[in-house]
């Protein structure tokens, strides 16, 4: 049953390539519905969601920043996420608590790698998205460009619902394709003025119209009846269909503007409450959890954030309600936690309430143990909801401190970063002895060694960075019989199996199949034996790398009647990959990035050159208007300190992202790893 307050609330994220400008239209968003009364500037440090030292010295987002504002009687719980690859998993769990996005574009860049990697990052989540194409005020922007690139590069239907009035310093405002009305927002001004469409853009804005029409009739069975009938399609029907397509997912409606400039995000604003899905359109969690605030409590836990005042966790109330003193069971520990306080968060501030209901996005302080992706419950309906998946690290660090004495406090530290971000890990090489901090990039890490530095006053010796290799099977072996018999005196152990080993199919990390007939190895011991043959992928024969890409087919096997058990033949799959592997064809594999490099077009010989020394494959080079883009994908070892080789060699001038693009083979020299 629909509920009043779960309709009239929106739980959004907005996602974007860096410097596509989310920061800059969340700000928007808070200043034009009253949340703020200053609008807030990257460039001069002033953003409420930027709120972190870090964020405001490097110009960029890094950490999830949920703020809440109104609009048209509308509650808009909203997450700002990082644009850069560094921080994606910032990005998966906020996907995995919010119901819709506003995927923002860059009007001259179209779609950048970043904004392909959040946009697949929603796709599996299957969060609905309406776009956003920012900055028509800058040279070069073009509309119709991004659009196309929404279309090829997202492999989306992009249905533009706005028509732009002037173009770049001339660009003054949209005309509504829906209503077929034009908003111009006069220079400085916080609001638009609503009028007639222009008689210079009258039969474009027609010519779009009825294209915009025939595309929704083809994609929605409503729209195309009464297309049929009337020849037309009224507003309420054209928005109702945007609606159910974009909560489907069957196409994808874009707005445009300038946030910078102020023009154009009113009627953002008023897309999101028309298309975007409200907590009570979503199916219900697991298949068995309503959006209904009658219902037993139930919540994610999706980021912990340790403040001066305290352990803040982050939750998404997908059912029931919450108040002050209660308490809750943390479904994946057992544990039962006391909720003290419940905030509504703006960024860094934060104002208490009595209570949060089904749909809220609100912190509470209480909690001492539980994690980010725990399920926080009534202790009398018991529930775990699938938590956030947290990306393997592939780059990482030793990191120890200065003064013997503060060894302690950073070993503390240390563990609350973790806690605060999962995809940190944190471990004690065996044989250094080094403490060693693993993460997602060279600038993640970076990040969490200088919040080390400010946050808990620690002065730490940092090492070279390295990466994480993995090893895996470039020609197996077949019928490796390996038996496990051990007799100590009490009840022993017996096993016998005999495994094939071969590469994977492409894409798998890891698959077991057994073709074991006549019950040689019954079920439970088939289930073992995969089990043990998992243990033995943490370490490589090469360099005591994990390993992946293998496939492993148990073909005979045979049992005692009483000395077999699962512990055996979990041992015994162990021991016999293990040797398997030392007897097949091993390859080693580094992580490799795709990386989008943007430098003008004097200096595309000199970036080539050096590419090329870094072991780079070139896939793609483009010039336009005096700006070269190469694309290319190179080993992540080979990225150490790119940033100021590239700046040196363009004047300053060059700049490039990177998105992973997996493991692809070493050369030998890295067997040390």
């Known amino acids: 049953m629909r509920t009043h307050l779960t309709d009239r609330v929106r739980n959004l994220g907005i996602l974007a390539h860096?410097?596509?400008?989310?920061?800059?239209?969340?700000?928007?968003?808070?200043?034009?519905?009253g949340?703020?009364?200053?609008?807030?500037?990257?460039?001069?440090?002033?953003?409420?969601?930027?709120?972190?030292?870090?964020?405001?010295?490097?110009?960029?987002?890094?950490?999830?920043?949920?703020?809440?504002?109104?609009?048209?009687g509308h509650r808009i719980n909203l997450i700002d996420t990082p644009g850069h690859v560094d921080f994606s998993d910032e990005v998966e769990r906020s996907l995995r608590v919010l119901d819709g996005a506003v995927a923002v574009f860059d009007a001259v860049a179209g779609v950048e790698p970043q904004s392909e990697t959040v946009w697949r990052q929603a796709d599996r989540h299957g969060?609905?998205?309406?776009?956003?194409?920012?900055?028509?005020?800058?040279?070069?922007?073009?509309?119709?460009?991004?659009?196309?690139?929404?279309?090829?590069?997202?492999?989306?239907?992009?249905?533009?619902?706005?028509?732009?009035?002037?173009?770049?310093?001339?660009?003054?405002?949209?005309?509504?394709?829906?209503?077929?009305?034009?908003?111009?927002?006069?220079?400085?001004?916080?609001?638009?003025?609503?009028?007639?469409v222009p008689d210079e853009l009258r039969d474009e804005a027609a010519r779009r119209r009825r294209l915009l029409e025939e595309t929704v009739a083809e994609l929605h069975a409503g729209a195309l009846e009464e297309f049929c009938e009337e020849g037309t399609l009224s507003p309420e029907t054209l928005t109702g269909a945007l609606r159910d397509l974009t909560l489907s997912g069957g196409a994808v409606v874009v707005l445009c503007g300038s946030a910078y400039r102020n023009r154009g995000v009113e009627p953002l604003l008023d897309a999101v409450v028309a298309y975007l899905p409200a907590p009570s359109d979503m199916p219900p969690v697991r298949g068995e959890v309503p959006a209904d605030p009658t219902a037993p409590f139930t919540a994610l836990a999706f980021k912990v954030s340790a403040t001066a005042t305290g352990r803040m966790t982050y939750v998404r109330v997908y059912a029931g309600t919450i108040g002050k003193g209660d308490t809750v069971?943390?479904?994946?520990?057992?544990?039962?936690?006391?909720?003290?306080?419940?905030?509504?968060?703006?960024?860094?501030?934060?104002?208490?309430?009595?209570?949060?209901?089904?749909?809220?996005?609100?912190?509470?302080v209480g909690p001492k143990a539980a994690r980010a992706g725990a399920t926080l419950c009534a202790p009398d309906a018991p529930v775990v909801l699938e938590p956030p998946t947290t990306a393997d690290p592939v780059v990482s660090v030793a990191v120890e401190a200065r003064r013997s004495t503060d060894t302690g406090r950073l070993a503390t530290a240390l563990a609350r970063l973790s806690e605060e971000d999962p995809s940190l890990v944190v471990r004690s090489d065996p044989e250094t002895g080094q403490t060693v901090l693993s993460g997602l990039g060279e600038l993640h890490l970076e990040v969490a060694v200088e919040k080390l530095r400010r946050d808990r006053g620690l002065e730490v010796t940092v090492g070279r960075p390295q990466v994480a290799y993995r090893e895996t099977v470039a020609k197996g072996v077949t019928g490796l019989l390996h038996r496990h018999v051990k007799q100590d005196g009490g009840a022993g152990q017996f096993a016998h199996v005999v495994i094939d080993v071969e590469p994977a199919p492409e894409g798998e990390e890891f698959v077991f199949a057994s073709t074991v007939?006549?019950?040689?190895?019954?079920?439970?011991?088939?289930?073992?034996?995969?089990?043990?043959?998992?243990?033995?992928?943490?370490e490589g024969p090469l360099g005591g790398h994990p390993v992946t890409g293998v496939r492993v087919t148990l073909t005979d096997g045979a049992t005692h009647s009483k000395d077999s058990s699962e512990m055996a033949f979990r041992t015994a799959g162990r021991f016999a990959l293990r040797e398997a592997l030392r007897a097949s064809a091993m390859t080693l594999l580094e992580p490799?990035?795709?990386?989008?490099?943007?430098?003008?077009?004097?200096?595309?010989?000199?970036?080539?050159?050096?590419?090329?020394?870094?072991?780079?494959?070139?896939?793609?080079?483009t010039t336009r208007s005096g700006t070269a883009v190469v694309t290319a994908t190179v080993p992540l070892a080979e990225l150490f300190g790119y940033a100021s080789r590239l700046r040196g060699r363009t004047q300053g001038r060059g700049t490039f992202t990177t998105r992973p693009a997996g493991y692809a083979p070493a050369p030998a020299r890295g067997a040390a790893g």
Not at 330 to 350: H, K, M, N, P
């Open 18 to 33: 860096v410097d596509a400008g989310k920061t800059t239209v969340t700000e928007r968003f808070l200043y034009l519905t």
């Open 35 to 72: 949340a703020t009364h200053k609008r807030g500037e990257v460039h001069d440090g002033t953003t409420v969601t930027d709120f972190d030292p870090q964020e405001r010295d490097r110009g960029i987002t890094i950490f999830a920043a949920a703020v809440s504002c109104d609009w048209a």
């Open 127 to 196: 969060v609905p998205r309406i776009a956003f194409v920012n900055k028509l005020d800058r040279a070069g922007a073009e509309l119709d460009t991004a659009v196309e690139s929404i279309r090829t590069r997202l492999g989306t239907v992009p249905l533009p619902v706005q028509l732009p009035v002037g173009r770049e310093d001339g660009f003054t405002g949209v005309v509504d394709l829906v209503g077929m009305r034009a908003y111009v927002w006069a220079d400085g001004a916080d609001t638009y003025t609503d009028g007639p």
């Open 329 to 364: 069971l943390d479904a994946v520990t057992g544990r039962t936690e006391r909720i003290a306080r419940i905030l509504r968060v703006q960024a860094d501030r934060a104002s208490e309430v009595d209570e949060a209901r089904a749909g809220d996005i609100v912190a509470v």
């Open 517 to 538: 007939t006549g019950g040689r190895v019954p079920q439970e011991y088939v289930r073992a034996v995969e089990a043990g043959c998992r243990d033995a992928l943490v």
């Open 592 to 621: 490799v990035a795709d990386v989008t490099v943007t430098v003008p077009a004097e200096s595309v010989g000199s970036v080539l050159g050096d590419l090329a020394a870094r072991r780079a494959r070139v896939t793609d080079r």
